[in-house]
Structure formats: C-alpha cells, structure tokens
C-alpha cells in the first residue's frame, strides 16, 4: 500500500459551455526523482541510486553519445528492478565510450520524474597478477588502450582481517608492472590497479593473496656421505624445496626436485651424488601454494671423504684410504691427544692421486694419535672424518729361554703399554708352523710358558697393549725347548744316587752338584758326568760326611741345552762321640738358701 503525499480533485466540465457538471475528491501519489550516481567497477559501470519508501520499482535508463554526430542516443530502458534495489551493473559497455543513466522510482500507473547523472567514459579494471620475485613481490597487470597511466594499491592480513588499502604510487601509461620492494617476509598480501584517463578512473579487481617469501640463501660443501647444504630460517615458511642439476656432457640437466622439509629444517644432506661429477642446487621457500624464487648455488664437484684406518707398524702408525674418484691429490693430517685434549689437525704431507697409504714415523711411543685424509682436486676438498683413534706402541723385542718348568718368555717394557698378550706357534720339523695361539695377558715384562712339550720347536712374540691399540704383530724368538728332568736322590752309604725321568727329545744328560761351605754359601754348580743314552741315573761315591749336597740334570740336544731343577739337599752326618753326664745335685744337697753346695747360684725360677 503506497502512502498518499497529496489531495487532489477530479472534474468533469462542459465543452461547450464550460460549465462544471462533476467534480471528485482524490488521492494522487508523489514519488521523489532518485539522485543517481555512475562510476566504473571492476566488471562494467556501476548505478547506484536514493530510494523512496513509497516505490515498488525501479525503472534504469541509458543514452550512450555518439561521437561522429556528436549526440546522444534515445534514452533505453535498460530494466525495471525490484524496491530494495539500490545499484546495478551495466556490463554491456565499452572501454573509451560515454554513458549516462537515469532511474525512475515505479509504483503502479504512478512515476517519478527522472534526473540523468552526469555523464562518464567507462575505463575497463585492469586484470592483477603478482608473483614473488628475489626482491619483493612483483605486480603485473593488462594495458588498457586509453589509459594515461595507473594507480597501484595493496592491502595486508592482519590478525584474520584485510586491512584498508593503501596507495603504493602511479606508474606512466607504458608500464604496466610494478614491483613492491617493501614487502615484508612471511606477510600475506593482495594488490589492485586503476587505470586513470585523467581524472576519470577505472574500477579494479583485487589480485589474489599472496605471501612474500624470501628467497633461501644455501651454501653447499662436501659432506662425509655426499653434498651438505644449509640456508637461514624464513619468516613465514612452511617448510623448503630442495632442487639439484647436475653437469652430464657438458651440459646442465633439468633441476630434479630432491623433496620437501618441514618449517624448522634448514639444511640438507644429498647421498645420492656421484663422486668425481659436479652439481648445482636451489632451494625455495614454501607456504602453501607460494613458493620463493631462487637462485642456483655455484657448481661444485663431488669428491667422497676417504675411508681411513690406521694400525702400528714396527717402525711408526701405516695408514690406508680408500681411493676416490675425482681425486687429483690426497692431504693427510694427524691430530695428537694431550692432556685429555686432541691438539689442532697438523698437515703432514699431500700424496699422489694413485696413493692409498702412508706411514707416519714421526710417532712417540705411548702418544695417542688420530689421522684423516682428504680428496682434492685443484681448490675443492672432499670432507673429512676421524680414523680411529691409536696409542703408538713399540715392537717388543722378546727373548726365549729353558726354564725349569717350560719355556720363560722376557720382553722390555714399552712406554704407553698397559698390558702384554704373549702369542706361541709350534712346528715338528722346524720348517712348518701352526697358527698364533693366545697364551695370556700380562702387566708384567715376563712369563713362563709350562704347557711347552719337549722336543718341539716353539715361536714366541708378544704385542704391547692400551685399550684397542696394540703394537704390531712380529715373530721374534725361536726355540728349540728340552725339558728340564725331575731329578731325585737316594742316599747309600756314603753314596748318593741321581735319578731324573726321561726327556723327549734329550740325547745326553749333564748331572750337576753344589756343595755348601762353612760360611753357608752354595759353591757354583760343577758338571759331575755326562750320561749318553737311556741312562736316567748316576751315583756319586765322592761325598764327604757333614758336607750338605745338591743335584741337578740338564737334558741335551747338541748345542741346545735345558734348564734344571735342583733336587732336595742331601747331608752325611758323622758319628759324634756322647758326652759323659755330669752329676746333678741333689734335692737333699740344697741348703735352705736354694744354692747347691760348693757356692752354686740358684736356677732362676721360671713363671708361666
């Protein structure tokens, strides 16, 4: 229902005579003229108009002027819209070409009066797109033909919420680009254009968001399993890309994405590479969709790191590599332990490409030392790593010998040593040698090996020991071992008798005696006779009685001659002629004093 603005009167008159026959009360609406406005949007031009309460419709116009005849068309209607309507969008118009428009407010037979706008040449909204470049965010839109130049804006998310745009400047007609410098990274942006044909400016369009990302910086080095690269953190990264291309034939290849890391990872080891070929890589930084631009790292030529081990020599520590492809050269370097703490890396010498060991003589014994060698070709150095780490320990020189109960086995102390391992090997013929036996492990510069068989050629060494170092392993004494027989004695009468058990291996038997003197002193041994054959006994008819005796036999084989084992001490004693008892007082002899007659002092009383 329309609210009546007015009364008014209807009559009926007379054409003749002009008299009034009829006359009628009204109501008449008024409707006010909408004030119309036109302006250039993002997809055509824009009405936009007052509204009255009162109306149900709205009726749109256009006239379009024609340059030629310099004239504007009939006015067009263009639509009726509906009462709450207050905007509408020709999108049937043309860059360059003029416009007006007017409304009409519409309810049933009654119409405002309509008032045109002024009139506007419609400027077309320029299309955004925006990409990321090394410096900042770069701005790209299309050329509109009658455009005298460009306004361009942006607007930022802050906290979830676009905030208003702001004039970033203006650019001449012939570009059509513009570069945001002023990004900050990690900051999420969205950009817009207006082409202006003087004062008159176009609608514009908002570009998609965007994040500005910072492009990576990688440094890359050869790493102990391929190429290492690292970069800074990003603000607003997600995670990075990592790519690679590498040179086949003279010519770079496509770059190979490597994969994807999370937002806290800032560097990269690449296992996949080949040693002796060259590579580049590049790494952006991601957010979703956005990717950083990049630039490629200088190429660098793969070199693996050496494999290095090290063990003593008899002479100093030997150390071997493994050869690397790509190699011109090897540097190798040796650190010392001092005081708990390893000292710098000292260069000890660079070696030919066809090298793969070295021998360090320069070594003290009982220094712990580490050493590492690098692959080089011209300025580019493969990694390194630490071989294991090694006490030097001297040979020991070792000495063998008969002993009573087997074979007695001597070195000297070497310095750094903690402890000795003591090794044997066996040979019947003397030509032919079983393998290494561990005998023990000892702190002391000495041991005795009484599991030695007699008649059996035996080799002895002995390697220094500290923790995992040990000295190198070198056969040093050889021995021919004869047992030392077990001699026993039987006493006669003014006679000893020396038995002994047979001993493999033994051709002869040599039968010692030693004899103490008055001052209780053993004389040396004295050879008494030598027993050719299955003889196991002697007897010895020279004794003299209280002359303490004892024996021993040595077992032979040629020049080689056993040890001994002395026998128990044997003593003749004389017969001694008794002493006559002397008379003792008696008790009744005693006189009340407790001395005995003739003056005798008294025994001294003994208490428990």
């Excluded at 504007?72 to 009462?83: D, E, F, I, P, Y």
């Amino acid at each position: 229902p329309a609210t009546f603005t007015e009364k008014g009167s209807k009559h009926k008159v007379c054409m003749v005579c002009e008299v009034e026959l009829e006359t009628a009360e009204i109501d008449v609406l008024t409707l006010t003229t909408p004030v119309v406005k036109a302006e250039n949007a993002s997809n055509g031009v824009k009405v936009t108009w007052t509204q009255d309460e009162d109306a149900a419709n709205y009726i749109v116009y256009s006239s379009q002027y024609n340059a030629k005849t310099k004239s504007w068309s009939k006015w067009v209607n263009r639509g009726t819209l509906s009462a709450e309507t207050s905007s509408w969008v020709d999108k049937k118009v043309k860059t360059g070409e003029k416009y007006k428009y007017a409304v009409r407010a519409v309810n049933g037979k009654y119409k405002s009066a309509y008032k045109e706008c002024a009139s506007l040449t419609y400027i077309e909204a320029p299309t955004v797109t925006c990409t990321i470049s090394t410096t900042g965010i770069l701005v790209k839109w299309n050329k509109v033909e009658i455009a005298t130049g460009y306004t361009v804006y942006r607007s930022e998310l802050v906290d979830g919420k676009w905030a208003k745009w702001e004039t970033l400047g203006k650019t001449i007609p012939a570009k059509n680009s513009w570069l945001d410098d002023k990004a900050e990274c990690g900051a999420t942006y969205r950009y817009a254009i207006r082409a202006n044909v003087g004062s008159i400016r176009s609608g514009y369009v908002a570009g998609k968001q965007i994040i500005f990302l910072e492009q990576p910086k990688v440094n890359i080095s050869n790493a102990a399993t391929g190429i290492f690269g690292t970069w800074e953190l990003v603000d607003g990264a997600t995670g990075y890309t990592i790519y690679r291309s590498e040179l086949v034939n003279g010519k770079w290849t496509s770059w190979l994405n490597l994969g994807t890391t999370k937002a806290n990872v800032k560097s990269f080891t690449d296992t996949t590479v080949k040693s002796g070929s060259k590579y580049k890589y590049a790494v952006k930084a991601v957010s979703g969709s956005f990717k950083s631009t990049y630039t490629a790292t200088e190429a660098l030529l793969y070199i693996a790191q050496p494999k290095v081990t090290i063990s003593n020599v008899e002479n100093g520590i030997s150390g071997k590599w493994n050869q690397v492809k790509g190699a011109t050269a090897y540097t190798i370097y040796r650190a010392e332990l001092v005081d708990g703490e390893w000292s710098k890396w000292v260069n000890l010498g660079t070696a030919k490409s066809t090298a793969k060991t070295f021998t360090d003589k320069t070594v003290k014994c009982g220094v712990t030392y580490k050493y590492t060698v690098r692959a080089t070709n011209n300025k580019v150095k493969s990694s390194y790593g630490d071989s294991n780490t090694l006490t030097f320990l001297s040979v020991p020189t070792v000495k063998a010998s008969n002993a009573g109960t087997g074979v007695k086995v001597q070195w000297g102390k070497i310095a750094g040593a903690t402890s000795y391992t003591v090794y044997r090997r066996e040979s019947t013929d003397g030509k032919k040698w079983t393998a290494w036996k561990t005998l023990t492990s000892v702190e002391a510069v000495a041991y005795t090996d009484t599991t030695a068989v007699s008649n059996l050629k035996y080799q002895y060494t002995v390697r220094a020991v500290n923790g995992e170092s040990r000295s190198v392993f070198k056969a040093s004494a050889t021995l021919y071992y004869l047992a030392a027989p077990v001699v026993a004695v039987e006493k006669g009468e003014l006679k000893v008798t020396v038995n002994w058990n047979k001993v493999d291996g033994a051709t002869s038997y040599v039968v010692y005696r030693s004899q103490m003197g008055e001052d209780g002193k053993w004389s040396g041994w004295k050879s008494m006779a030598t027993i050719k054959g299955g003889t196991l006994s002697w007897t010895d008819e020279a004794v003299k009685e209280d002359v303490v005796y004892r024996y021993t036999v040595c077992s032979l084989n040629g020049k080689i001659k056993s040890s001994y084992v002395a026998s128990e001490d044997v003593v003749f004693e004389s017969e001694k002629p008794e002493e006559e008892p002397k008379d003792e007082p008696s008790e009744d002899s005693k006189d009340e004093t407790g001395t005995t007659e003739g003056g005798n002092e008294a025994k001294p009383e003994v208490t428990a």
